[in-house]
């Protein structure tokens, strides 16, 4: 089957609920949907971050060289083209975390997406199903203190037997949230706090061994992201695991350094980084190691999708990341959207990503230039 279209748009949402990070916030939800057709009409879904986690520039990125790149190829060669496309835009230039890693990623999952369809099974088979649920987390927003303990109890009630609350926003609160949230959740929830890149070098070991006697099961991303030798050093100093990728893992080099100068115990890939085919390389190298990867995630359905196939697949994840924010673009475009159940995430038995987009709603949601 050749690949006879490449297409991105941008879609766009309001959402009730505004999500507050250390960093940053997100007043509205939107995301850049790309579509991979064959000339036999099978068409592939990918997905790329838009403004603020994004950028849009990467819409005339994929409409435009890569898009030329791609016509005519076959469709089927996933690894050959997801090299074409490295070799040619992000690797001779060391572009290896700008936009063009992220329109290669979205169009990975697309060409997975066909893959699956074509043949009939999930995309996590085709990789080597290693089960078929993986345990899930609640991702929480910015909670503020007062509203702690309602949150967390709301997360239990829903089955979540593990989940992240955020900090750094105020860090004279740090300890204050996770106090709180240990109380209402008892000894036998696994708690992850990340902090959003919210602390500096010289209090973080100090702050993150403040945190050690409510038992937590990583702090991730505790420092700026370029700082990775402050990182590592934190990371010597405290009994706590800490998780980075967001920001820092692109590549399967980029996990290799990290794991290399100690700066991490747990690797956390997003799928924009190389899509399914690198995140699956970059999963390898942290089981080299005997390190678990367990990917980020704060998107939209069809990342969300991928993400669960490639957890599916690999054995050394004992967790998966879970956005539980009001996002009509995770859990209302999508027919039949990753849902958990009893505390985990099924994964999704039809041909490809199991994505089937509400196409009323993909009109709607679209924005015209």
């Known amino acids: 089957m050749k690949i006879a279209d490449v297409r991105a748009r941008l879609l766009s949402c309001e959402s009730s609920q505004p999500i507050k990070f250390a960093h940053m916030e997100i007043p509205s939800r939107s995301m850049i949907l790309v579509e991979v057709e064959t000339d036999s009409g099978v068409v592939g879904f ?6 603020p986690t994004g950028d849009q520039a990467a819409i005339s990125m994929i409409n435009g060289k890569f898009r030329s790149l791609l016509l005519g190829e076959e ?20 572009r290896t975390r700008g936009l063009e890693i992220y329109a290669l990623a979205a169009i990975d999952m697309a ?33 503020p203190l007062e509203q702690i303990e309602a949150t967390v109890t709301g997360v239990l009630e829903r089955g979540f037997r593990a989940f992240k609350v955020r900090i750094g926003v105020d860090p004279g609160l740090d300890e204050a949230i ?76 980029d996990a290799r350094d990290i794991l290399l100068c100690g700066a991490a115990s747990v690797i956390q890939p997003d799928m924009r980084a190389g899509g399914i085919s690198e995140c699956r390389r970059i999963a390898d190298v942290a089981a080299a190691w005997d390190v678990p990867c367990v990917p980020h995630f704060f998107g939209n359905c069809i990342r969300l999708a991928a993400m669960a196939h490639l957890l599916g697949s690999i054995s050394n994840a004992w967790v998966m990341e879970y956005d539980v924010s009001v996002n009509p673009l995770r859990t209302q475009l999508p027919i039949h959207p990753v849902e958990v159940v009893d505390g985990c995430v099924i994964m999704p038995d039809r041909p490809g990503l199991g994505v089937d987009l509400d196409e009323a709603l993909v009109e709607r949601w679209t924005v015209r230039d």
């Open 178 to 253: 996770v106090r709180l949230a240990r109380q209402v959740a008892g000894p036998d929830v696994a708690i992850m706090v990340d902090v959003n890149s919210g602390w500096n070098a010289r209090e973080s070991w100090r702050r993150a061994e403040m945190l050690e006697k409510y038992d937590i099961a990583w702090i991730e991303e505790p420092l700026p992201s370029h700082d990775i030798s402050g990182t590592a050093e934190l990371a010597a100093r405290t009994n706590t695991p800490i998780a980075l990728g967001e920001h820092q893992v692109f590549n399967r080099y």
């Open 111 to 143: 060409l997975w997406d066909i893959l699956g369809k074509h043949l009939g099974q999930p995309v996590y088979r085709l990789l080597g199903a290693a089960r078929n649920r993986v345990p899930a987390y609640a991702s929480l927003g910015y909670v």
């Open 75 to 94: 469709s089927l060669d996933v690894q050959r083209l997801w090299q074409k496309m490295y070799s040619l835009f992000i690797s001779p230039m060391g």
């Open 46 to 51: 990918g997905e790329v971050d838009a403004w």
